[in-house]
């Protein structure tokens, strides 16, 4: 019986130590312009991964509330309204200011919160300010009981846009620590974490075609390793287009023209460890151009990067291979 | 009276003197530090240039080649001006990369996570 046993494990196979892919439980809803889906790895506990999923939605559905500029309500709103140079605002506007300051800083001042008249005059809605004399000097200070007192130049008005998807999106993500495998979708900027042994097959749209995808990356943490955290984000020209006469514009305005961009990147997805980064870099990446874009990105060390060109061309950063599904 | 002296056994001699095992030991020890110093001294030191006395510092009309390393790239201070037709190169400028531009098709399976361009709408 022993000497069966011994002969039966010797001629098993090895085990299989490939991550498993992760089927999970999702749970979607319309939010923020876009959507918004929390993805659980959730096995057999389904009617709690949907409780805590719909939980989590509707507390990022708050926060963006707070922060969009489309809503009159907001408290971004109420900031741009205000016609004096310093004021007072929530913890959370105050929070996704300084992410702001932050992407500045990472984008080398490519991604700028401070250009909401240049892309209300990109949409036809507004006259632009004139290239480079846009008044975007501010700063922000910490305040009483956890608020923040925001400091600008007369004219300053912000645009939150990715930079607030991207922290909504980490932010939710954190809410959901009991899920050692979930995924935040904040209107296709991704917050993902995967357990041990499990992964994550991450599909990067295709502008061209419906449905079609570039490339599937796989985020997968390791069996006898912890838990990984990722952010995923994309950025491009050829969703949100405005037809001007026989000019189109898009909506990714360059800071240093206070104009759309002119850029042969259409779009740009960036994967390294937060939603937040991984949008700026994203953005940064279209701004700036394939050959600067892709410097960039390399100088800032992220873990994967595809661009898609207007030339047709898909590229990549190498780090990127051991990324993309086989 | 005298004591009486006991005779040793027959053919026994006494053992002859041994020598003094120090000046030995002494000899070999001063030996293989001076062995162990040269050794380290012609490992630690590397060749210099030479020094006024030697004579690799005289002067190249009596037949000693001089061999200089050429100078390929030299990198600028603050304020420096480069050599009279030397190539600047802009530190800033970006690194070459390595570029795919092929991207594998992706594996056809099941994905429920996609991302995308804010605003798109996903079938």
Redesign the interface.
Known sequence: MIAADRQARATRAPRDTRPT?I??V?VATAA????LVV?LAAASEERRARHDAERVLSRIIRWADRLSRHLDTSELSALNADPRATVTVGPTLGAVLCAGLDAGQESVGLVDIALLDARLAAEGLADGPPAGTAPRDWSIARGPRRTAVVHRAPGVRFDL??VA?GWLADRGLDLLSAWPSA?I?A????A?RCAPGQL??????D?RT??A????LHLAAPRDGQAVRWG?????T???RWRHGDLVHHHLIDPRTSAPAITDVV?A?VVCGSALRSEALAKTAVIAGS??G???L?RAGVQGA?ILTERG??????Q??AL??? | MAPLSVPGPTGMRPAPPRPNPNRLRFALGTGGVAALSMLLTAIAVPPSAASPSSPAATPASQATVTQQRPIQYVQLAAGQAPPPGARVIDAKAPKPITIVTTVPAPAQQPVVVRTTQSGTVVP
């Open positions: 892919p089927v999970p999702s923020m312009g876009g959507r993805h846009g990715g998807k995924v979708d209107d296709g900027d991704l993902v994550w097959a991450v599909a990067l749209d502008p419906d449905g995808a570039l490339a599937v995923v984000a994309t950025s491009g050829s969703v949100h779009q997805t050959v600067d892709m410097a960039l390399e595809v061309e898909t590229l990549a950063l190498p990127t291979l993309l599904a086989a």
